[in-house]
């Protein structure tokens, strides 16, 4: 009977468990709630360190939403209970608070969120009012280049830049983005935080744990050499030099010789923009207006002369080429264009895999640079000083601008010397302050230069979608269902100007046609680099059935060796669908070797075409000169940190009087125990008198 | 091994071996012989031996000490001064902290 019970009473346990379900879940991890989030990391150049890191095991801060700037003096001059981490808006991320938060100390302060709360923004961005201001064009040995003044912000190329890039914090930065997360954070707060300020001290509060430890300190040289160190025990890496690609391809295909000699016959008209941006948090940072946008001019421009010239043997000149060049990493000063101008100083460039003659610097015609334009309505055409080249070209480009047969109502002045932009021409004006560089620039006018929030509304994008031929030309007249004072036809109008005055240029002849660059294009293009990467443009030019992109738009930052790459890689793909010329004759088998590439094409039937596009390295000469001398400012010496880790999670952070009491009592059973297991066994006797000693079964030692 | 069934001239040999190894800049060989010793030279009653076992003991103690002042006060100085130092502290580091200078 009593087995039967027993089965019985286990059957019932049995049963009542699977009805209550088991969670197997530690309860560490339920004291946590995770948050989503980017963080910001470290890099370091030849004299600094800058960005943020958390400590070895994580910064806690009690969170404390600031609202107004009342919230941040109360946390700054009389924190009831410190660590505190505020949880800022855009808006009072000015560089002003950020400075006093930084000089309050890690004690007071040990954490900063960034939530995405951006209705009162009106301005967010953490360049220096001059970009790149300790590289480029500079004069007499001086540290600071020569083309901006920073003593004088209001004529700055970045007016509202904080320069917080540019600043070391010794706390972590977080930025939240997705709505649902700050809810997350601000219903804790509201919760735990936000009533009695008096009593923080002695309750529980809602706190934030970040870690995100950076490996590198100091600046680019000390971690360059305890990377490589051969005592290195630990095999740690500190930090990577930052390292992509630049992009690049012709007008028409070059001729391959086994020859490595300069061909001074072959002339180059370069055509340049930058390829990346940056911003403060990994991962983030579209830079739509201030580099996509040239991006999108250049390919455009490359498009239509390929679609207008399409064989060198009709011009006049046909060792005439157009050199497309996009620059990687030219906000970390001009990595890409640095490297380019140093390989064909040592006439490296194109590499010699591609079996062409190197180009130098006397087969360059003139460099037409494509700068930011923020405002179309206001393009400079940037020169350092006046030569009739420039003079000429001004005056073509003028003529299809103010043109009423086209009606693209745009005005191109001219700017003469030393006030040049931030852009890759610096690089070349630097080696030789004759160089014949034209860079095309607009007035200043975007507000977030190098920031999370220059996307897509920044720019006024709004994707057409309409699934129509983006590869023919479009006539003057046709918008293509596009508004005429959208993103798509802003970048129509100053390509086809651009392309016009260079055909000019290359045939000697006036255009007369009507047709202009398609701005359905450049609605694909956009759409493509600001919403997703799995798009129409990036299909038709991979490889039929290749693996769709990402449904997120691709990362533009420079980053490291190992990198994501992803910016440079579409671009390449791009440069080589939109300049390539096809071969019917060739089957899909026969197209596997470059220059011949087999595209999925407008309609994904896939067809085979040669290409003229190419990559080239843009790492720092900096890293690649032995005993380079780190502080010189001759080279971009920028690194970036290693990290193990990027997480943040929330937690009820208990009162410093709890963790004091809970440790007391724990000493003190400790020592009750001690005290307690000493009067046992030396009153053992009293206690377990019926018991034989312990040693009493065992048999006496024989005696030796 | 127990020292104390060992014969007093083995003592003594073993002693000297210890004092001598110490100078191949092996320090803890002198605190062992120190500690292993002390009994011996300071606390059995006299034997022949023993004179000398205690004078090398002594000098073993002494050696220690020396020692033990030139490391503490070496980690001191690199301790503080390794930031400072720059490429020369790296260069004679078998481990380098992380994030930090």
């Known amino acids: ?704 | 091994m127990d020292i104390s069934k060992a014969p007093n001239p083995r003592k003594l040999q073993l002693c000297r071996i210890y004092f001598l190894t110490g100078f191949a800049f092996l320090p803890f060989v002198w605190a062992v012989n120190v500690c292993w010793f002390f009994e011996e030279a300071f606390r059995k009653p006299p034997y022949t031996e023993q004179t000398q076992i205690k004078r090398y003991v002594i000098y073993s103690a002494i050696g220690t000490f020396i020692w033990t002042i030139a490391l503490i006060t070496w980690v001191i100085l690199f301790q503080a001064n390794r930031a400072a130092w720059g490429a020369t502290a790296d260069y004679i580091s078998f481990i380098i902290p992380l994030g930090v200078p």
């Open chain 1, 1 to 704: 009977m009593a087995q039967q019970m027993k089965t019985a009473a286990i059957w019932l346990l049995l049963w009542l468990q699977s009805t209550a379900g088991v969670l197997g879940e530690r309860t560490r991890e339920k004291m946590y709630e995770p948050i989503l989030g980017a963080s910001c990391f470290r890099r370091l150049n030849g004299t600094h360190q800058t960005g943020c890191s958390s400590t070895f095991s994580g910064s806690v801060g009690v969170l404390h939403l600031i609202n107004t700037d009342a919230d941040l003096e109360f946390l700054l001059n009389s924190p009831p209970s410190p660590p505190y981490a505020p949880l800022i808006p855009p808006h009072l991320f000015t560089r002003t608070n950020l400075l006093r938060l930084k000089n309050a100390g890690p004690k007071t302060i040990s954490v900063v969120l960034l939530i995405n709360r951006s209705k009162r923004m009106t301005q967010f961005s953490h360049e220096l009012n001059c970009p790149n201001q300790y590289s480029g064009l500079k004069l007499n040995n001086s540290t600071e280049t020569v083309t901006c003044d920073a003593s004088n912000v209001a004529n700055t190329w970045n007016r509202w830049g904080t320069g917080l890039l540019h600043e070391d914090f010794p706390f972590p930065i977080y930025y939240i983005a997705d709505p649902e997360e700050i809810d997350k954070l601000e219903e804790c707060f509201n919760k735990f935080n936000n009533f009695d300020y008096e009593s923080h001290s002695l309750r529980s509060l809602c706190a934030v744990e970040i870690k995100s430890f950076m490996s590198a300190a100091v600046n680019s040289e000390v971690c360059m050499r305890r990377t490589n160190f051969i005592n290195n025990l630990g095999g740690s890496k500190y930090c990577d030099p930052l390292e992509g690609r630049n992009v690049y391809a012709t007008l028409y295909p070059r001729t391959p010789t086994e020859s490595f000699d300069v061909d001074a016959t072959e002339k180059f008209i370069i055509v340049s923009c930058r390829l990346d941006t940056t911003s403060m948090f990994d991962g983030l940072g579209l830079g739509a207006m201030d580099s996509l946008q040239s991006l999108a001019i250049l390919t455009q421009v490359a498009h239509m002369l390929h679609k207008l010239l399409p064989s060198a043997n009709s011009q006049p000149d046909p060792k005439r080429n157009v050199l497309f060049l996009a620059f990687n990493g030219e906000s970390y000063d001009y990595i890409g264009s640095q490297r380019l101008v140093y390989d064909m100083e040592t006439l490296a460039f194109p590499s010699r895999s591609t079996r062409t003659t190197p180009i130098s610097f006397e087969n360059i015609e003139f460099m037409l640079d494509i700068g930011t334009l923020d405002d179309i309505g206001n393009i400079k055409l940037h020169t350092l000083t006046s030569t009739p080249p420039a003079q000429q070209l001004l005056q073509k480009l003028n003529q299809y601008a103010k043109s009423s047969r086209y009606g693209f109502n745009v005005n191109i002045e001219s700017n003469v010397g030393y006030n040049i932009p931030p852009t890759s021409a610096q690089s070349f004006l630097r080696r030789d302050q004759k160089f014949p560089a034209l860079i095309l620039n607009a007035a200043p006018n975007n507000r977030y230069y190098h920031s999370i929030y220059d996307d897509i509304d920044n720019v006024d994008y709004v994707y057409a979608n309409t699934s129509q031929d983006y590869t023919k030309l479009a006539d003057v007249n046709d918008a293509k269902n596009i508004s005429w004072s959208s993103l798509q036809m802003k970048v129509r109008n100053v390509s086809s100007i651009v392309a016009m005055a260079l055909y000019e240029t290359l045939t000697g002849k006036q255009y007369q046609g009507n047709q202009v660059a398609n701005p359905l294009l450049a609605d694909e293009f956009f759409y493509c680099f600001l919403m997703s990467s799995d798009c129409p443009l990036f299909k038709a030019s991979s490889y039929p059935n290749s693996p769709a992109g990402v449904p997120l738009p691709p990362m533009r930052y420079i980053s490291v060796l190992g990198g994501s790459q992803e910016s440079s890689g579409w671009t390449y793909r791009l440069f080589g669908y939109l300049l390539s010329h096809q071969e019917p004759s060739v089957p899909k088998e026969n197209c596997t070797q470059l220059p011949l590439f087999y595209f999925a094409s407008l309609n994904g039937t896939g067809e085979c075409r040669c290409t003229t596009q190419n990559y080239t390295h843009a790492l720092s000469p900096a890293f690649l000169i032995e005993d380079y001398d780190w502080r010189s400012g001759q080279y971009s010496t920028w690194t970036e940190s290693t990290w193990s880790q990027f997480s943040a999670r929330i937690f009820l952070r208990p009162s410093h009087v709890h963790e004091v009491t809970i440790l007391s009592i724990g000493i003190v059973v400790f020592i009750i125990s001690f005290c307690l297991i000493y009067i046992i066994s030396s009153r053992w006797e009293v206690l377990f008198e019926d018991l034989p000693a312990s040693n009493a079964a065992l048999p006496m030692p024989t005696a030796c």
